[in-house]
């Protein structure tokens, strides 16, 4: 994870202008401004313009004035992609992380466990290479089941209304916290009240300092395997450390809420192996 960069819409749109040899160029600026060079003069774009770049150097210039929506979606794509540079770093210190973990012999399940409750020794293990596993029910964009929809964890009708109550409820925590710890970290209400949590919890990463989530990992999970204490007092931590300690509590929590709803061993066997969302994550800082 690297420090957050202002988007260069400019590079990639000036990239595009450059590689116009033969025929028009549609250029449409969502941020920012962009200096249109060609052969017929400079043209500056501003936040909402559209400027249509012939091959002979002409420029012509219309306002686009996209929508708030438009922008809001443009903004979460673009927080889609750093994600994703994010997740494929994040990825090769967990393969580094698996790798190590073959090679004491360590298989991925344990046998007679269920996946979400590792035995103590796995823990302890995993706490050596800042290696966590946790679950929830898909919280980020989740919906409630219909009278038709494939019912995969065997609910009846009553539990079917008690599932989507449940978990409606606990979507809107997860939804709040995040919204709340985005806000801590960026101060942006506009996209607070646009992005989705993934976006968010994607911008709440990357505005973190290099190798923090890393650190949280080695803490989390010295706390997991017994050799470590939690925080007397969260709320003091980093909005990423605070995102990270939340996700950790997702799986038992859903099950906690439904529990109340449909008794704790019913709540417990519809959870059976794992909630939807399934996470591994590993990779201790780098010394």
Excluded at 53 to 66: D, I, K, R
Excluded at 148 to 153: G, I, L, M, P, S
Excluded at 195 to 217: C, F, Q, T, Y
Excluded at 231 to 240: R, V
Aim: charged share 30%; hydrophobic share 35%.
């Amino acid at each position: 994870m690297k420090p957050s960069k202002p988007f260069a819409r400019g590079a990639i749109a000036g990239g595009a202008i450059g590689a116009a040899l033969a025929s028009a160029v549609l250029v449409t600026v969502y941020e920012g401004h962009v200096i249109a060079d060609t052969r017929g003069g400079k043209t500056e774009l501003s936040a909402g313009d559209r400027a249509s770049l012939s091959p002979s150097g002409g420029t012509t210039v219309a306002s686009a004035e996209p929508t708030a929506q438009v922008v809001a979606r443009q903004r979460d794509e673009i927080i889609h992609l750093r994600g994703q540079v994010v997740t494929l770093e994040k990825a090769a210190g967990s393969a580094a992380a698996s790798s190590h973990k073959h090679d004491h012999g360590e298989s991925d399940a344990d046998d007679g466990r269920l996946w979400h409750d590792p035995s103590p020794e796995t823990l302890a293990n995993w706490a050596k290479i800042c290696h966590i596993r946790f679950d929830e029910p898909n919280l980020d964009s989740f919906s409630p089941l219909g009278p038709t929809d494939d019912n995969e964890r065997h609910l009846d009708a009553s539990e079917v209304a008690a599932y989507n109550e449940v978990m409606a409820e606990q979507a809107k925590r997860w939804h709040d916290l995040v919204r709340a710890l985005y806000l801590e970290e960026t101060g942006d209400a506009a996209g607070a009240d646009t992005l989705s949590v993934d976006a968010m919890k994607r911008e709440i990463d990357e505005k973190s300092p290099h190798g923090a989530s890393n650190e949280i990992l080695r803490e989390l999970s010295r706390e997991r395997a017994g050799l470590a204490e939690p925080p007397a007092n969260p709320s003091g931590e980093s909005p990423l450390e605070r995102m990270m300690r939340g996700l950790l509590a997702l799986g038992d929590g859903s099950e906690a809420a439904l529990a109340a709803k449909v008794g704790e061993a019913r709540a417990h066997e519809i959870r059976g192996d794992g909630w939807d969302s399934r996470y591994d994550m590993g990779g201790c800082p780098k010394e």
